[in-house]
C-alpha cells in the first residue's frame, strides 16, 4: 500500500467493517497460493486461525464471520481452478484436494 485509501476517513468508519472483506480477499488469496506451494500433502489443511493470527490485531466475532466468508468464496475459486475443497473442525480448517477427500474427522460443507 503506498498510501491510505482516500475512504479512510472519519466520516467514513461505519463503513469500515464492510471494507475489511475487500481487504483480506487478496490477502488470503495470496496465503492459500503460498499455502498450496509450500504444503507437504493433500493431508494439510490451510487453517484461518493462521490468517487471523496473521491479520486481525483483535478477535471478534464479526471479523471471523467475515474471513470465513472470504474463504467460502475463495473455495468457490478454486474450485473453478479444478480443485475440490472441504471445511473441516468448525469451519476453520479448509481442504484443498483432487480428486479424494483426505481422511478428515468432522467433515464440514464440501465444494
Known amino acids: 500500500m503506498e498510501s491510505f485509501p ?4 472519519p466520516e467514513n468508519t461505519s463503513q469500515f467493517l464492510s471494507r475489511l472483506e475487500f481487504y483480506f480477499k487478496p490477502k488470503m488469496r495470496e ?3 503460498l499455502f498450496l506451494l509450500s504444503r507437504n500433502s493433500e493431508e494439510d489443511y490451510y487453517a484461518l486461525e493462521n490468517f487471523y493470527s496473521k ?3 483483535l478477535n471478534k466475532p464479526e471479523f471471523q464471520n467475515i474471513v470465513q ?4 468464496d475463495l ?4 474450485y473453478e481452478l479444478g480443485w475440490k475443497c472441504a471445511f473441516a473442525y468448525g469451519d476453520t480448517g479448509l481442504y484443498i484436494y483432487r480428486e479424494t477427500p483426505p481422511a478428515i474427522l468432522d467433515m464440514g460443507e464440501m465444494i
Open 6 to 9: 482516500r475512504g479512510l476517513t
Open 31 to 33: 496465503d492459500i497460493f
Open 55 to 57: 491479520f486481525l490485531t
Open 69 to 72: 466468508k472470504v474463504a467460502y
Open 75 to 78: 473455495s468457490e475459486e478454486l
